[in-house]
């Protein structure tokens, strides 16, 4: 079999619904690795809420994160692909001038390792440190962030979203997410996983049809389409599922991932 480089998201895909990784996720991911495989975690998520699963899960290779507007491979400071896109801070202070406008409850600012947020709201996944997390100003943001979120009502971020394109024109792109608390967050223009998993297959020297990326969500759409083999879980979103070439038998929080490949690679 040919070296493959199986990129993975994270929640829904990799971790449980605790976002917990489990022993048999780590084992079949490690199996890969030690086969000669490339594994790389591709996330919507910061590094620092991923460089704990990163480390646990032991494989020393690149990460994305940002959903994609961040590739770079931790220890690493002079690895040569490494690339960080960013959108421009105005936005940020024109998110937080809307507050007046709209009931949007907070607005953050992530750079690099960092967030800076205008109010700490208690919500563990994104602030799990609350005393690492700077206030937002226009004098505290001094260098262009990696993504802004803005928190806010569901029914409002199309609102937010619709009215910063007017004040900012075409500076950003929007995705939502959520779950317990909704979200819109702004990346650059064009940003997409499937930028990060690009690289990565340059840098390793592997073939498109050599690809094997994993995901649940809209924003592993484009990662799913470019991989040679696009893979959706159980649990996938059914417009994710369409355009995959495989979906997995069981879901994420019964080792989906780990399932298939064990199979797929005859890991086992």
């Known amino acids: 079999m040919n ?25 079949t991911l490690r199996n890969a ?15 620092r809420l991923s460089k704990d699963i990163y480390h646990e ?13 961040f590739c770079h491979f931790p ?10 896109l960013t959108v421009s801070k105005e936005i940020a202070f024109e998110a937080m001038k809307l507050k007046k406008e709209i009931n949007i409850e907070m607005v953050c600012a992530e750079v690099h390792n960092n967030v800076l947020s205008d109010k700490i709201m208690d919500h563990p ?3 799990p440190v609350k005393k690492d997390v700077a206030s937002l100003t226009s004098n505290s943001l001094t260098e262009d962030p990696t993504s802004i979120c803005i928190f806010a009502e ?10 910063l394109s007017k004040r900012c ?4 792109e929007a995705r939502t997410w959520g779950g317990a608390v909704a979200c819109l967050e702004l990346v650059q223009p064009g940003v997409q996983k499937a930028l990060g998993v690009q690289k990565l297959a340059e840098f390793y020297d592997i073939d498109q049809k050599d690809i094997i990326s994993l ?8 990662m799913i389409q470019y991989a040679g083999v696009g893979v959706a879980m159980q649990n996938a979103i059914p417009e994710l599922k369409k355009v995959a070439d495989l979906v997995t038998e069981k879901p994420n929080h019964e080792d989906g991932l780990a399932h298939f490949l064990d199979e797929y690679l005859a890991l086992v």
């Not at 899960?57 to 507007?69: E, K, Y």
């Not at 569901?154 to 979203?161: K, Q, S, T």
């Not at 024109?169 to 950003?172: E, L």
Request: glycine residues 10%.
């Open 215 to 222: 995901g649940d969500e809209d924003n592993d759409m484009e």
């Open 75 to 84: 220890g690493q400071e002079k690895w040569a692909p490494e690339y960080h």
């Open 33 to 47: 690795d030690r086969a000669g495989h490339i594994v790389s975690i591709a996330t919507g998520r910061p590094y």
């Open 125 to 127: 996944y994104f602030f």
């Open 57 to 69: 899960l032991g494989i020393q290779t690149p990460i994305t994160n940002f959903n994609g507007a």
């Open 169 to 172: 024109g075409n500076t950003f």
């Open 3 to 27: 070296k493959k480089l199986i990129t993975i998201d994270l929640d829904g895909t990799t971790l449980g619904n605790n976002s917990e990784l489990t022993e048999k996720t780590k084992q």
């Open 154 to 163: 569901p029914e409002e971020l199309i609102l937010i979203r619709d009215e």
